[in-house]
T-cell receptor, first 115, second 111 residues
Framework: EAGVAQSPRYKIIEKRQSVAFWCNPI?????LYWYQQILGQGPKLLIQ????????DSQLPKDRFSAERLKGVDSTLKIQPAKLEDSAVYLC?????????????FGDGTRLSIL | KQEVTQIPAALSVPEGENLVLNCSFT??????LQWFRQDPGKGLTSLLL?????REQTSGRLNASLDKSSGRSTLYIAASQPGDSATYLC??????????FGPGTRLSVLP
């Protein structure tokens, strides 16, 4: 089966600019996650979707970050305006039906550098 | 609030050696624990998932154990190979919560 697809792979922008990332989960996976991974740290959950509804966005900096999953499949994560501390890898993951005993499958991520 | 630590931060071993990676967590009321591997520039690959009712899981040369009472999990890698070189992360999930990840252990297996 095809894995989780993310694009772009790399993005370089200046602070205060905006940026968007795209994720296509594994077919049939109802649950989608966006994580932020800062260099040398483990991933931190930003937002979790179940189909097109938000389940957990408690750690999403809502003043500058937004995410949507309009048709319950693809998802986009946006940062506007970007700050230097947003430099990180943004990982998308999906799992089957959000069951807590199902493993998460990760994409290769988008590496964001803020100048 | 769950906190996950991994020791050591980095480990270098000669090929063929058996090794153990450690994961500690502060809240023992977990639902499950998952070990991942991350290669440079790549996403995470799931290795083993242990439910709270289990004490260990095995896959090939990998064996993960779970001791909830002491807040610890170990990942045992037998007969290490250069291809095992990667960062290994553990992630802990409590009931009603999402995964909390440790910072990872960077493993280098020298030929």
């Amino acid at each position: 089966e095809a894995g989780v697809a993310q694009s772009p792979r790399y993005k370089i922008i200046e602070k205060r600019q905006s940026v968007a990332f795209w994720c296509n989960p594994i077919s049939g996976h109802a649950t989608l996650y966006w994580y932020q991974q800062i260099l040398g740290q483990g991933p931190k959950l930003l937002i979790q979707f179940q189909n097109n509804g938000v389940v957990d966005d408690s750690q999403l900096p809502k003043d500058r970050f937004s995410a949507e999953r309009l048709k319950g499949v693809d998802s986009t994560l946006k940062i506007q305006p970007a700050k230097l501390e947003d430099s990180a890898v943004y990982l998308c993951a999906s799992s089957f039906e959000g069951a807590r005993n199902q493993p998460q499958h990760f994409g290769d991520g988008t590496r964001l550098s803020i100048l | 609030k769950q906190e996950v630590t991994q020791i050591p931060a980095a480990l270098s071993v000669p090929e063929g050696e058996n090794l153990v990676l450690n994961c500690s967590f502060t809240d023992s009321a977990i639902y499950n624990l998952q070990w991942f591997r991350q290669d440079p520039g790549k996403g995470l690959t799931s290795l083993l998932l242990i439910q709270s009712s289990q004490r260990e899981q095995t896959s090939g040369r990998l064996n993960a154990s779970l001791d909830k009472s002491s807040g610890r999990s170990t990942l045992y890698i037998a007969a290490s190979q250069p291809g095992d070189s990667a960062t290994y992360l553990c992630a802990v999930r409590n009931y009603g919560q999402n995964f909390v990840f440790g910072p990872g252990t960077r493993l280098s297996v020298l030929p």
